[in-house]
């Protein structure tokens, strides 16, 4: 019987094995199905293009991109995102969206990226875009857009990049910018809209870089003396979507569509407004100029105390405490900037945003900082060697001619101390002449001194019969000193009527 027992144990427990492995399997979760209509690679999901009417279940969670692109959805569901958790894209373009709704981004709090382009959004209301706190662009470009509520954009405090451009928008709040701040914001457009009515000074008053991102070609603007002066000092200045589009702003002469000309085209039609009305209309930054390597620090003061400053850098990084990541540029406690040493890379504009309970969001102010390389004097050192070299040999020469004895060759340098000491002097053809030089002085030819004579002639020698022919003949004083060469009056003989026929001079 014991071994009838045995093998029954023994299926009992593989019975109870294999049991056990199917609850496994059953509690296992289930792998992620990528649904039929969609293309998964990653974490990159693509619906795109499959005319779908409604949004597809059971998604991936690892979704980061969802593409439901060129498709025919008219809703979109409240909380449909909570499973894509780790969602950064959401690409909704060319679909039939006529209105969002409160709630339907609640669950994307991580969402970088929003495309609703091409679609028949006409409103956009206060909540339709609660819970996009990380949101940094939003393209709502070609849709049907007519209305903005004045916190459309509220929350949306990292956004970058908002484009509005082929709406039907005729008005918008550049002093409010419906909710959005201006402390990220860098691109708005608002180009090929109905805006006629737009506020000079409340263009004027936005920060530079935001100007520089600014566009608003493509409207029936009107002529207007004012907004004609802005446009052109923003291209004077440099502006990008003033220069990239310059031919496409336009305005209206008169308040129908047939009158439009172009801005910096027809200047007839400005022809009468006067330089001085733009003149108060925008504040010019302050120029300031550095050198390389020195240091230069910038004060945000405001009308009254702000209660958080922020500084835009001419890279368009965002500055606050501590400061650049580069670590260049530091930003105090005061509000102040600071930079300790100033290089190329920190020339540009230099906006400060102050932000306060009575201070409006957008007050700025500006710095134009412009960096200058030191001058290179390689000349300096050479100059001062080169003096204090040339006082070294100057003094030398000084001392050798004070207490040097003197040489031979200088005894017309040294005449008192040549007078007292002659150094014996070899034959010259000047003692050959020394009879004659005798016979025609009065004084004796071995007088102890020849100074001492009280009268002095100056002789010229009678010439000769015969020609000299152009030897040199020599007129020799009484007083002739021979230490002193140069008192020798030298005169060519030559064989003229004029030299011939001359009879000596005596002077007495």
């Not at 969609?38 to 969802?66: K, N, R, Y």
């Not at 501590?322 to 900037?337: C, E, F, N, T, Y």
Request: with cysteine; hydrophobic share 40%.
């Amino acid at each position: 019987m014991a071994w009838l027992v045995l093998p029954g144990i023994l299926l009992c427990m593989l019975g109870a094995g294999s049991g056990t492995s199917d609850l496994g399997d059953a509690l296992r979760p289930a792998p992620h199905n990528c649904p039929n209509t969609c293309i998964c690679a990653a974490d990159v999901l693509s619906c795109a293009g499959h005319g779908l009417q409604d949004l597809p279940v059971a998604l991936p969670v690892t979704a980061a991109e969802l593409d439901l692109s060129h498709n025919a959805l008219r809703r979109l569901h409240r909380g449909w995102l909570a499973p894509l958790s780790r969602l950064r894209a959401l690409n909704l373009g060319y679909n039939k969206l006529d209105m969002l709704g409160r709630g339907v981004f609640t669950n994307a709090s991580g969402l970088r990226i929003l495309d609703l382009s091409s679609n028949m959004l006409k409103n956009l209301h206060t909540h339709d875009l609660d819970g996009l706190e990380e949101l940094e662009r939003l393209l709502l470009f070609n849709n049907s857009l007519v209305h903005l509520d004045l916190d459309a954009f509220q929350g949306l405090r990292m956004l970058s990049h908002l484009y509005l451009g082929r709406n039907d928008l005729s008005s918008f709040s550049f002093n409010h910018l419906h909710g959005l701040r201006t402390t990220h914001l860098r691109t708005l457009d608002l180009s090929s809209n109905w805006l006629k009515h737009v506020s000079i000074t409340e263009l004027a008053a936005l920060p530079a870089f935001l100007k520089n991102g600014l566009y608003l070609h493509d409207n029936p603007l009107p002529c207007n003396c004012h907004l004609y002066h802005l446009l052109r000092r923003w291209r004077q200045r440099g502006l990008s979507a003033l220069c990239d589009f310059a031919r496409e702003y336009t305005c209206l002469v008169f308040e129908v569509s047939e009158s439009r000309v172009r801005f910096f085209e027809h200047s007839r039609v400005f022809e009468n407004c006067s330089a001085a009305a733009a003149r108060d209309l925008e504040l010019p930054e302050e120029q300031l100029h550095a050198q390389a390597g020195q240091s230069l620090r910038l004060f945000c003061n405001t009308s009254v105390p702000a209660a958080r400053v922020a500084w835009v850098s001419p890279k368009n990084e965002l500055l606050v405490a501590p400061g650049s990541r580069d670590g260049s540029i530091a930003v105090l406690a005061d509000g102040s900037l600071a930079i300790g040493r100033v290089q190329e890379q920190h020339a540009g504009i230099f906006v400060c945003l102050a932000t306060g309970p009575r201070l409006h969001h957008n007050q700025t102010l500006e710095y134009n900082v412009s960096v200058h390389k030191p001058r290179l004097e390689p000349e300096a050192f050479n100059t001062g060697f080169t003096t204090l070299l040339g006082c070294i040999v100057g003094l030398v020469l000084v001392v050798l001619y004070l207490f040097a004895p003197p040489c031979r060759g200088c005894c017309h340098c040294c005449r008192p101390a040549c007078r007292n000491h002659c150094w014996p002097r070899a034959s010259s053809p000047l003692q050959e002449l020394s009879a004659q030089s005798s016979v025609l002085s009065t004084t004796p030819p071995d007088a102890p001194s020849r100074k001492a004579s009280v009268h002095k002639h100056v002789v010229f020698l009678e010439p000769g019969k015969k020609g000299l022919n152009g030897r040199v003949q020599l007129a020799v004083a009484e007083d002739f000193d021979l230490c002193s060469p140069l008192g020798l009056q030298l005169k060519a003989g030559s064989e003229s009527a004029s030299s011939t026929g001359s009879e000596g001079l005596v002077m007495t």
